[in-house]
């Protein structure tokens, strides 16, 4: 859809038979060299941690109520109780089963709540860095006169010439650019 897009922008200049000056850039590098970009993804590493931590320390407390059941389990087959303690740890038992059966379920949807937590994070800090990228991108055009800069990605070839990611990234403030990993 991008590389129709950008095909009637180009018939579109063409058409209009104007003198236009063309530029692309990496979107993807831009991004990954924004002055954020590192601390962004550490505090999406921290708040992953801390959510294992989280889930971690539930999973433990699932795990003490699968041992009380298995002991529970054990002491009902000892064939030396009468039939009234075998009921009572029967009652044990079942309790015990509902108990993991709801920390289960609690588990399950405290799993899921914090990895929509963190694809929300991630996306809003991305959201954040793109706006900022776009935003030089778009002060580099009106300084340097380009009509249009696209991203490289999105035109499928484009001279190697029109390409001015390290001109926006010297505008971002970036020196020594982290190349693609």
């Known amino acids: ?22 530029a692309t850039v990496n979107l993807e590098t831009l991004v990954k060299n924004h002055p954020n970009h590192e601390s962004n993804r550490s505090l999406v590493k921290s708040t992953a941690d ?16 699968v041992e009380e059941g298995k002991k529970l389990q054990s002491d009902w087959q000892n064939p030396m109780l009468s039939s ?10 079942d309790g015990i089963q509902r108990k993991l059966f709801a920390a ?3 588990l399950r949807a405290e799993d899921q ?13 991305f959201k954040i860095e793109k706006k900022e990228v776009e935003a030089k991108i778009a ?21 190697p010439e029109l390409d001015v990611t390290d001109a926006v990234l010297k505008l971002m403030g970036v020196e020594k650019p982290k190349k693609d990993e």
């Open 50 to 65: 801390d959510y294992r931590k989280k889930m971690e320390s539930r999973q433990e407390q699932a795990k003490s109520l």
């Open 84 to 93: 009234s303690a075998k009921a009572d740890i029967q009652k044990k038992l």
């Open 1 to 22: 859809m991008k590389r129709i897009l950008t095909g009637l922008c180009f018939a579109a200049a063409m058409a209009a038979g104007a003198e236009m000056k063309f």
């Open 113 to 125: 709540h914090y990895q929509e937590e963190l694809a929300d994070l991630q996306q809003r800090l």
């Open 139 to 159: 002060e580099f055009a009106k300084d340097k006169g380009y009509d249009m800069i696209l991203d490289v990605a999105a035109c499928g070839f484009a001279k």
């Open 104 to 106: 289960q379920q609690e």
